[in-house]
């Protein structure tokens, strides 16, 4: 198994990117390109940027890539607060993914604390 497959963040994540990718899908069809595409996009970027930084050798490149899941992942709960709030999605169907996205905002907010925290570390002379 992967290394990102391991990782409780990346786990939640893909499974909210399912989630919204299954949810973009009842979007009215004139939205399928514009907010259900942005959807798309969005949550795909969530986990797939901790994979690609998860294979990165230094903490500071790794926490880039974190960096830009934890931007899209904002992406992601501002594009269910506009389907829920153009009735796009039912209030249930938003509570759950609002509820997976929590979780995952939990979730990949303690693997940049822990890369953060690793890479200020001071090194120790060998």
Same mark, same amino acid.
């Given at each position: 198994?992967?290394? =990102? *497959?391991?990782?409780?963040?990346? !786990? =939640?994540? *893909?499974?909210?990117? &399912?989630?919204? /990718?299954?949810?973009?899908?009842?979007?009215?069809?004139?939205? !399928?390109?514009?907010?259900?595409? !942005?959807?798309?996009?969005?949550?795909?970027? &969530?986990?797939?940027?901790?994979?690609?930084?998860?294979?990165?050798?230094? +903490?500071?490149?790794?926490?880039?890539?974190?960096?830009?899941?934890?931007? @899209?992942?904002?992406? /992601? !709960?501002?594009?269910?607060?506009?389907?829920?709030? /153009?009735?796009?999605?039912?209030?249930?169907?938003?509570?759950?993914?609002?509820?997976?996205? /929590?979780?995952? @905002?939990? +979730?990949?907010?303690?693997?940049?604390?822990?890369?953060?925290?690793?890479?200020?570390?001071?090194?120790?002379?060998?």
């Amino acid at each position: 198994m992967p290394l =990102h *497959q391991k990782l409780k963040a990346w !786990q =939640h994540a *893909q499974r909210l990117a &399912v989630e919204c /990718v299954k949810a973009a899908r009842r979007f009215p069809d004139y939205e !399928q390109e514009a907010l259900g595409d !942005q959807l798309r996009r969005a949550c795909y970027s &969530v986990p797939l940027n901790i994979a690609e930084g998860s294979t990165r050798r230094g +903490t500071r490149e790794y926490r880039r890539y974190l960096d830009t899941a934890w931007s @899209s992942l904002a992406e /992601v !709960q501002t594009a269910l607060e506009i389907a829920r709030d /153009v009735g796009y999605l039912e209030p249930a169907d938003f509570g759950r993914l609002e509820a997976l996205a /929590v979780e995952t @905002s939990k +979730t990949l907010y303690g693997l940049l604390r822990k890369i953060s925290d690793s890479s200020a570390r001071p090194s120790t002379p060998r």
